[in-house]
């Protein structure tokens, strides 16, 4: 149990285009979800943290109006890059907190990740 | 806030030997302290995870020990294999706060 999904696992767009990526939880409730971006050989940097039904709350230097994320069920958050531009090139993970009480309540889980590539 | 600190950043050992992975962190309120092992490419897996109420935690031959005095805690791998190389995580939470710390690259030598 305890899986999240996160689709597409790579993509490749021109500079100026709009990417979508969609996080799952599987099989718990995620009432927490969370994304991440990852630069080669480094730690996560937390972007922001969504709950279902609310705006989500972005870290500081992140830009809301480029980096859309929608959490509008329990199992499904997006984050959209708009007008992506090379820069914006990096590995983003989502992850999910385990709402449900169930064996794995309050435990993180992570989706496997998208390697974006803007040209 | 919370302030999460790994050592090693990069760690080699012989297939069969066992290696440490240390974390401190700041925040007294952190009670969660997860560990997670991201393979290239891929997202961070929960590997094992430890509660503050709780000193001690072993799953086969991964283990992990807690110091909340110290504010530390540890990661133990035994009797290491090849595909225990990877990044290892750690991370000290309290609600839906999660400090990760910087990362350890472990490698087994076959």
């Known amino acids: 149990g305890a899986v999240v999904s996160q689709h597409p696992s790579w993509v490749i767009c021109k500079s100026g285009t709009s990417v979508k990526i969609e996080c799952r939880s599987l099989?718990?409730?995620?009432?927490?979800m969370f994304w991440y971006r990852q630069f080669p050989k480094q730690s996560l940097m937390l972007m922001a943290t969504s709950n279902e039904g609310s705006k989500a709350t972005y870290e500081q230097g992140v830009e809301k109006d480029k980096f859309l994320i929608n959490h509008a069920s329990l199992t499904l958050s997006t984050l959209t890059v708009t007008s992506a531009h090379p820069e914006d090139s990096s590995f983003y993970i989502c992850?999910?907190?385990?709402?449900?009480?169930?064996?794995?309540?309050?435990?993180?889980?992570f989706g496997s990740g998208t390697q974006l590539s803007v040209l | 806030g919370e302030n999460v600190e790994q050592h090693p950043s990069t760690l080699s050992v012989q297939e069969g030997d066992s290696a440490v992975i240390k974390c401190t962190y700041s925040?007294?309120?952190?009670?969660?302290f997860p560990w997670y092992k991201q393979e290239l490419g891929k997202g961070p897996q929960l590997i094992i995870d430890i509660r503050s109420n709780v000193g001690e935690k072993k799953d086969q031959r991964i283990a992990v020990t807690l110091n909340k005095t110290a504010k530390h805690f540890s990661l133990h791998i035994t009797e290491t294999q090849p595909e225990d190389s990877a990044v290892y995580f750690c991370?000290?939470?309290?609600?839906?706060?999660?400090?990760f710390g910087t990362g350890t690259s472990l490698t087994v030598i076959p």
């Open positions: 991370a000290a939470s309290y609600g839906n706060q999660f400090y």
């Open positions: 099989d718990f409730q995620a009432t927490t």
């Open positions: 992850s999910a907190r385990d709402g449900t009480g169930g064996p794995t309540n309050e435990k993180l889980f």
């Open positions: 925040d007294s309120a952190s009670n969660y």
